[in-house]
């Protein structure tokens, strides 16, 4: 069965070091996602992509943040000076067709430790 | 801004018991989305629930909406240990962004 694949499954790093998340979509899909989760709340939308660009962001989603696709199959998510609070799971997710149509794949997520 | 409230956060019942947890949402949505997660796990997808009234079934759960109400109920029958999880409903927005509720933490005891 296809599934999105989510890269490291947990990283540790140093307040105000960039970090980048990887994710692989499944092969046919065209909207994606990334979510997070800090630890015992709820999951909370980051930003939707489709056609090579942001669809939506919330606020959330400050300047610090960055997505993007590659290579056509990667979808990265990029931190560029991580703050303690940016410390939770970020899941990945895809989906192959727009909005009220398809259903949506998460992956297992990336744990992110900010020290 | 759509709002996605859940009750309870927190349920503890008796294997055996039945149970029902509540997802209330506050705008019109395309679809409505039940989903589990064990400590420190992904999201499973239980249910995609896509017109009013609609009602899924899959062993001891049971999920139906009320878009009219935007209300939707998952519903346990008998209870048993193996469902202790957190539970999330989650609406599909613009963009097909999802909003999700709270959760609700079910502990279900010997």
């Known amino acids: 069965e296809p599934e999105v694949t989510q890269t490291p499954s947990h990283q540790v790093t140093q307040m105000g070091q960039e970090v980048i998340l990887r994710c692989v979509p499944i092969?046919?899909?065209?909207?994606f996602y990334w979510y997070r989760q800090i630890l015992g709340q709820k999951v909370e939308f980051l930003v939707s992509f489709y056609n090579n660009e942001i669809s939506e962001k919330s606020e959330i989603f400050d300047d610090q943040f960055s997505v993007e696709r590659p290579d056509g199959s990667n979808f990265t998510l990029k931190i560029r000076s991580t703050k303690l609070e940016d410390s939770a799971m970020y899941f990945c997710?895809?989906?192959?067709?727009?909005?009220?149509?398809?259903?949506?794949?998460f992956g297992e997520g990336s744990r992110l430790t900010v020290l | 801004e759509l709002k996605v409230e859940q009750n309870p956060l927190f349920l503890s019942m008796q294997e055996g018991k039945n149970y029902t947890i509540y997802c209330n949402y506050s705008t019109t949505s395309d679809r409505l989305y039940w989903y589990r997660q064990d400590p420190g796990k992904s999201l499973e997808s239980l249910f995609v629930l896509l017109s009013n009234g609609a009602v899924k079934q899959e062993g001891r759960l049971m999920a139906s909406l009320d878009t009219k109400a935007r209300l939707s109920t998952l519903h346990i029958t008998a209870a048993v240990h193996d469902l202790s999880a957190t539970y999330f409903c989650?609406?599909?927005?613009?963009?097909?962004?999802?909003?999700f509720g709270t959760g609700t933490r079910l502990q279900v005891t010997l």
């Open positions: 092969s046919n899909h065209l909207y």
């Open positions: 989650a609406v599909e927005g613009t963009a097909s962004k999802l909003t």
């Open positions: 997710a895809s989906k192959a067709s727009g909005r009220g149509t398809g259903e949506l794949f």
